[in-house]
């Protein structure tokens, strides 16, 4: 009579923190598959122990004393081993083996074939599972089997968590550091059979390998300091999460982008005299502006992103990147004049307390970056030009070809699809500036007012407050005579709406 000698290890997943496997029985006698003759009696004693470590790990221990009489020959025989994950949520078993009582693992040759080397299916916790195992050629010693229960799938789903930043609490300097709270959900996380609840979630600002234990199980808002660049940055993002089983999902990283991704394109304008107004916007005067520059485009949402850490805008979606910022405030734009030069090593042209109906002082002798004054704006809408619309046609549009020109050189209530549209898609004016008719209204700095009589140079408007700032240029909703290069609007500072945006205006 030979004599088999099995040893089962319950072991555990990342050391102790995972699921358990419990009740490992012999679910059935050593079957042999292959046996020229057999007159076999075979009895199964199992007994259980279990072995506590230093490090509080429990291992259970099952042995299976197997005899067997009158057995004349034999190829191979089969064992079903049956277990039960402890825990919750689905898990998947492995068995692994040894032929040495575990000083190696999966040696070769191996006399031990697992039929199953794992679970085809997961097993759900609390629920009994089966494996197949054959030896082949004759009956050994010291052979262990090793069962490891892991988590079904990942804690964390494949979608990853996504951000929000929400706003500066601190102003950019040029290389230095700002402090942004960010706002981190993870998407798609469920509770379903297959995932046992999750019990904390931990958060690696920015990848420096410090975890922090967030406050709640799925969401977390910390203040964050983001290095800031005339390029940009990019950081990650890393968070993991623990369930009730004591298993870590495996680490997901959110890439995160801040500073500017694009460069800032100026268009420098040559100062002259101009005939301001027309017979609609009175009086008709001279102004004479002093050269400036003026950005190419509106203000997008990628950039008011990239400066802010945050997008208000109404209109996002796949294009949303290059569509003009809408939704903000003339305080708002004002701000983000401030923290663009900040960020771009500038002086701050605006004086403002941060609260709205706060004064505002406007310097306009610093270098960096402001609204245009409304005398600016209109000269450089016209372009040298004296027609009603910058690239030369009067109001009305009276033929087929009018309502073509409109098309084509503004994003306006006939065109728009009622929303609004990527910057630069019409063409530019003659002295390369887009969207300056149409796409979104443009706050400038001047409180509205009726204009002066006489001849005025660089005016800036009121000097004091009307309750109203001049918006200039027509939106998308704009009908043809809100495109024309002397149209005025006004509305309240504090004003945000989805028709309105800004661009930008420096000294030359």
């Not at 530019?428 to 409180?447: E, K, R």
């Amino acid at each position: 009579m030979n004599k088999l000698s099995v040893l089962f290890i319950f072991a555990f997943f990342i050391g102790t923190h995972a699921l358990t496997v419990d009740s490992l029985t012999i679910d059935s006698v050593w079957n042999s598959d292959s046996i020229s003759r057999i007159d076999t009696i075979i009895k199964v004693d199992t007994t259980m122990d279990t072995i506590v470590t230093a490090d509080t790990t429990i291992d259970t221990i099952v042995k299976a004393d197997t005899t067997m009489d009158t057995i004349f020959f034999r190829q191979s025989r089969d064992c079903f081993v049956g277990f039960k994950p402890i825990g919750q949520g689905m898990a998947e078993c492995y068995i692994a083996l040894s032929i040495d009582s575990g000083k190696t693992w999966a040696p070769k040759p191996n006399p031990l074939i697992m039929l199953d080397s794992g679970i085809a299916s997961p097993i759900l916790c609390g629920t009994k599972g089966r494996i197949k195992l054959r030896m082949t050629g004759g009956d050994r010693n010291n052979v262990i089997f090793k069962i490891t229960a892991r988590q079904y799938q990942r804690i964390i789903s494949r979608v990853g968590p996504r951000f929000t930043a929400i706003g500066l609490t601190s102003p950019l300097t040029p290389g230095n550091s700002c402090t942004i709270p960010v706002t981190v959900k993870l998407d798609s996380i469920t509770h379903s059979p297959c995932l046992a609840p999750l019990t904390k979630v931990y958060w690696d600002a920015f990848g420096d390998s410090t975890w922090d234990d967030s406050t709640s199980a799925l969401n977390w808002v910390w203040q964050a300091n983001v290095p800031m660049g005339i390029l940009g940055q990019r950081k990650d993002v890393i968070v993991k999460a623990k369930d009730l089983n004591g298993l870590w999902s495996n680490p997901c990283t959110l890439t995160v982008d801040f500073g500017l991704q694009r460069t800032v394109n100026m268009v420098s304008i040559t100062g002259a005299a101009f005939q301001m107004g027309s017979s609609r916007e009175t009086p008709i005067h001279s102004a004479t502006i002093t050269g400036f520059k003026m950005s190419e485009a509106v203000v997008t949402q990628e950039l008011y992103r990239a400066v802010v850490g945050a997008n208000p805008s109404y209109f996002e979606g796949d294009t949303s990147a290059l569509r003009p910022v809408e939704q903000v405030s003339w305080y708002d734009a004002a701000l983000f004049c401030n923290a663009l030069s900040n960020l771009l090593g500038k002086d701050t042209v605006y004086q403002y307390a941060g609260t709205i109906n706060s004064s505002v002082a406007i310097n306009y002798v610093k270098n960096g970056y402001r609204l245009p004054t409304e005398a600016e704006w209109e000269y450089a809408c016209r372009a040298g030009t004296t027609t009603d619309y910058c690239w030369g046609k009067n109001y009305p549009p009276s033929t087929p070809a009018d309502t073509l020109s409109l098309d084509s050189n503004a994003i306006w209530s006939h065109n728009s699809h009622n929303m609004t549209q990527p910057v630069a898609s019409k063409k530019p004016n003659a002295w390369g500036l887009y969207d300056m008719s149409g796409n979104i209204y443009q706050w400038v700095n001047d409180w509205y007012g009726d204009y002066a009589a006489g001849a005025q140079t660089d005016p800036t408007g009121p000097a004091t407050s009307s309750g109203s700032r001049i918006l200039r240029g027509g939106s998308w909703a704009t009908f043809a005579n809100g495109l024309r290069s002397s149209y005025r609007l006004s509305d309240a500072p504090g004003v945000r709406d989805y028709y309105t945006g800004f661009r930008l205006a420096s000294r030359p």
